[in-house]
């Protein structure tokens, strides 16, 4: 049973466009969400963080928004580099739990 | 500064062999955690250290032990490898609040 779900394996994007990745959680008690990113051959890097008690956090080109009555998250890069082309997770602090991931391609 | 240290970072096993998977960090992190990839999922839980002489099982410790003798070091321990232990180990630490550090991976197969 997934307590966390990206449902988007894939996604494909044009540089300079918005990347839009989602991430939905079972918990309404879950209060810290994490983006990780994953190049090929290496370990996940930590990319931006969120509390509960915000709805968005930005750094940079990458934003996280949290929906609580949801029980929503999406991470959103702009622009898209193409350098941005990774693995993108999302986990919960608390749990530990990573989703499945979403391959993120960002075509020149 | 080296962070998290992952050795070897391949190795080919046969059923039933034993191998243990070293990980060190040099930043003096009191936790430590242990996470298997398998293909097209997410991470998955083995065992953590919340600090040196203590350990806890995660979300799939089955077929693996662990031990946290020094803060630095957290060897994982696969006793007797099996086809389904065929994965990309991934071990990470982190200190308070902080997001985890994680190392580049041990890819084990075994045949």
């Known amino acids: 049973d997934q307590q966390v779900k990206q449902n988007s394996p894939s996604l494909s994007v044009q540089e300079g466009r918005i990347s839009i990745l989602n991430c939905d959680y079972t918990n309404s008690m879950f209060d810290y969400f994490l983006w990780y990113k994953k190049y090929p051959a290496e370990g996940p890097t930590f990319l931006i963080s969120?509390?509960?008690?915000?709805d968005k956090n930005e750094d940079g080109r990458f934003t996280v928004f949290l929906n609580k009555s949801a029980k929503h998250l999406s991470l959103h890069i702009v622009p898209s580099q193409p350098g941005d082309s990774a693995v993108y997770f999302c986990a919960v602090h608390q749990k530990l739990v990573f989703g499945k991931g979403t391959k993120l391609t960002v075509n020149p | 500064n080296a962070g998290v240290t992952q050795t070897p970072k391949f190795r080919i096993l046969k059923i039933g062999q034993s191998m243990t998977l070293q990980c060190a960090q040099d930043m003096n992190h009191n936790y430590m955690y242990w996470y298997r990839q398998d293909p097209g999922m997410g991470l998955k839980l083995i065992y953590y250290s919340v600090g040196a002489g203590i350990t806890d099982k995660g979300e799939v410790p089955n077929g693996y032990n662990v031990s946290r003798s020094t803060t630095e070091d957290f060897p994982l321990r696969l006793e007797l490898a099996a086809p389904s232990q065929t994965s990309v180990y991934f071990c990470a630490s982190r200190t308070g609040n902080q997001p985890q550090h994680f190392g580049d991976g041990t890819r084990l197969s075994i045949l």
């Open positions: 969120i509390s509960s008690i915000k």
